[in-house]
């Protein structure tokens, strides 16, 4: 029996990647991408399906029951991967309502219309659906100097985005223990890789130095992050819908600790080697202390033993070999990021928007 994927927020950066990940692991599937597609969602992330047979596109949202419902009745998924979140901290911190509408209303409605669907199944079909929640590290709030975020760690969330996924953790877990959903969460460090969106660190910063604009560093740069390319969070979720407990959490983190201005200057330096600038020495030139972000925690870092011990998953990458081939990305999908830059942008997603909601 061919095996449905629903995955929610299939056209953002990592649930695309997912996506990609499946088409190219699983031979007898079928992956139903529901996705509202909002700014950093990019039909062009996952074009290459548009007419493969094993790929639908729903343009929905999470937080309609009705429109999940008809999901659900339509295509008899049998695993539900929940990647649909507003994630920007900057964004939340200047317009917070969004996150709670999706991230906490959202999920909620996404959970409680799986649970409908799964008591209505039969009890082998029940022992195969699993629903896949997508959460953070950021849940956990800030570390200093030393120690490590488990699967024990206390929530306490700094930001308004961290804060709504925590409670969209709590819901997922609260479905598991008050309703028997067979939910499985991960929490995953700092992703990179392909078709991140261009406002996030590393990839505004790649852009930045290509169009020679200044480098905006928060504070003094000091802040610490545990990076995880995105390939290697696609096979660790993977590896946890096949083989995870029911009801656990799986921390997942790329073992790469590394300090903001440090990305920066790394990013700088494999420009400077890939695509030098003749009107600049360096482009570490560009690099610009800005005031620090509100609530800006510390120190991220992921002690990923669980996984490592329970499920044998390792990272793939290291940071070196990572983030060089990020690099290379963007410099050979110019198209892909330029399409973003420009100011054709929105007014083609609105056009989208019109032809969707008139099918």
């Not at 969330?157 to 969209?168: F, L, Q």
């Not at 660190?201 to 905006?216: A, F, S, T």
């Not at 096979?235 to 799986?250: P, S």
Request: proline share 4%.
């Amino acid at each position: 029996m061919r095996k449905v994927y629903l995955v929610t927020g299939g056209c953002g950066f990592i649930g695309s990647n997912f996506i990609h990940f499946l088409m190219k692991t699983e031979d007898d599937i079928t992956i139903v991408n529901l996705d509202k597609l909002t700014y950093a969602g990019n039909l062009k992330n996952v074009e290459a399906y548009a007419t493969d047979s094993r790929y639908v596109f729903i343009h929905g949202d999470i937080g309609d029951r009705n429109c999940v419902r008809d999901v659900f009745e339509t295509y008899h998924p049998q695993v539900v991967v929940n990647f649909a979140a507003e994630s920007h901290v900057d964004r939340s911190i200047s317009g917070p309502g969004d996150f709670i509408n999706t991230n906490i209303v959202g999920t909620y409605q996404l959970l409680n219309e799986s649970l409908n669907y799964f008591k209505e199944l039969s009890e082998p079909d029940q022992e195969r659906f699993r629903f896949h929640h997508i959460s953070t590290d950021e849940v956990y709030g800030s570390l200093g100097d030393d120690g490590y975020f488990t699967e024990d760690t206390a929530y306490d969330p700094s930001s308004p985005y961290s804060a709504s996924k925590a409670s969209s953790d709590h819901l997922a877990r609260a479905w598991y223990r008050t309703f028997g959903l067979p939910v499985l969460i991960t929490n995953c460090s700092n992703n990179y890789g392909p078709y991140q969106f261009p406002e996030k660190l590393i990839p505004l910063m790649i852009l930045n130095c290509l169009e020679r604009k200044p480098l905006p560093v928060y504070g003094d740069g000091q802040n610490i992050r545990d990076w995880l390319y995105v390939d290697d969070h696609c096979d660790a979720i993977f590896q946890v819908i096949q083989n995870g407990t029911i009801g656990e959490t799986y921390n997942i983190g790329g073992n790469n600790e590394i300090r903001n201005l440090e990305i920066v200057q790394t990013i700088c330096d494999i420009l400077d080697e890939f695509r030098p600038n003749p009107k600049l020495k360096s482009y570490r030139d560009l690099i610009t202390f800005v005031k620090d972000r509100p609530g800006h925690d510390f120190r991220y870092a992921i002690n990923a033993t669980k996984i490592k011990t329970d499920l044998g998953w390792v990272p793939k990458h290291s940071f070196t070999a990572g983030i060089r081939k990020t690099v290379k990305w963007y410099l050979q999908n110019e198209p892909w990021w330029e399409f973003i830059r420009s100011g054709e942008y929105l007014n083609y997603y609105c056009k989208q928007y019109r032809s969707l909601n008139a099918v």
